[in-house]
């Protein structure tokens, strides 16, 4: 069981990245997947969660409107495309598998990658 997660890097404030996490060893379709990230010296937090057949979609408010989570069951895959990047949006991002998701909560699974730095900075 493994997750992978790809395409963190070095963005201007206002820029864009997009975030891959491939899965391996087990198939993702019928798991809730989210995207937690945890700054320095911060605890880790949850910033977006989707449902196995993506009905339910819950967001933190902080990036309500420029964060977009998104899953291809078919490339055992669950993206993140992150717009209008700020500076506080700096972490280490993580994929996290095998959760529970309802309307307005999303409860962490078992499974985790091993993260990806995203530093927005000028």
């Known amino acids: 069981v493994r997750l992978v997660e790809s395409g963190g890097g070095l963005v201007q404030p206002g820029g864009s990245l997009r975030l891959s996490c491939a899965a391996s060893?087990?198939?993702?379709?019928?798991?809730?997947m989210s995207w937690y990230r945890q700054a320095p010296g911060k605890e880790r937090e949850l910033v977006a969660g989707?449902?196995?057949?993506?009905?339910?979609?819950n967001y933190a408010d902080s990036v309500k409107g420029r964060f977009t989570i998104s899953r291809d069951n078919a490339k055992n895959t669950v993206y993140l495309q992150m717009n209008s990047l700020k500076s506080e949006d700096t972490a280490v991002y993580y994929c996290?598998?095998?959760?529970?998701?309802?309307?307005?909560?999303?409860?962490?699974?078992?499974?985790w990658g091993q993260g990806t730095q995203v530093t927005v900075s000028s």
């Open positions: 989707i449902h196995s057949a993506g009905g339910i979609i």
């Open positions: 996290n598998a095998g959760g529970i998701i309802t309307y307005g909560y999303t409860r962490t699974g078992n499974y």
């Open positions: 060893g087990f198939t993702i379709s019928s798991l809730t």
